[in-house]
């Protein structure tokens, strides 16, 4: 399994499956949710309906995945995954790096074989970028999906992927 860092916007990525990181509600938000559901049209929307109405009355809890249709995004999939709020009083890194594993396992079960991640809670849910990246490359490089040959953190500015090429180096996770 091979992880690449790149500066870009993930609803351009023409991979198998894209990661949304999403709210619990599963009915879109600002961010990289907005962007997705904007992107992708009205079938996401329905497919995220359709699980609200089923299994996730609650909504999607903090660290699992769920994956639907990409609709008119250039993926076939996304696996939508529910990011925690930075604290700094109590640790939440566990559930930040399952958002991870939990979207390996989803795209290991649809046969996906390259897979798009943001960099999951750095946004408005204020996880420091760099703490965000060694959670993000702790978690993918501990997993060993039987499909995913393909990792890409997509990472929205020049400065974040440069914070990330630095966290990957320093943590020997520049392999």
């Not at 790149?6 to 009915?27: F, H, K, W």
């Not at 079938?43 to 609650?58: F, H, K, P, V």
């Amino acid at each position: 399994m091979r992880i690449e860092l790149i500066t870009g916007d993930i609803t351009a990525e023409r991979v198998d499956a894209v990661v949304n990181a999403a709210n619990s509600s599963l009915l879109g938000g600002g961010g990289v949710d907005g962007a997705i559901h904007r992107k992708g049209g009205p079938a996401i929307l329905e497919e995220c309906r359709a699980l609200r109405a089923s299994r996730y009355g609650q909504g999607l809890p903090v660290g699992h995945a769920v994956a639907t249709t990409a609709g008119r995004l250039p993926a076939r999939w996304v696996i939508h995954t529910v990011g925690p709020v930075f604290s700094p009083d109590v640790d939440r890194a566990p559930l930040l790096r399952s958002c991870y594993t939990e979207s390996l396992r989803v795209a290991a079960g649809l046969g996906a074989q390259v897979i798009a991640f943001p960099l999951i809670s750095s946004g408005v849910y204020r996880w420091p970028k760099e703490d965000a990246v060694l959670q993000a490359l702790t978690a993918l490089h501990s997993e060993q999906p039987t499909t995913v040959g393909l990792i890409r953190l997509v990472l929205f500015d020049e400065r974040t992927r440069r914070t990330a090429e630095h966290v990957s180096q320093t943590c020997n996770h520049g392999r």
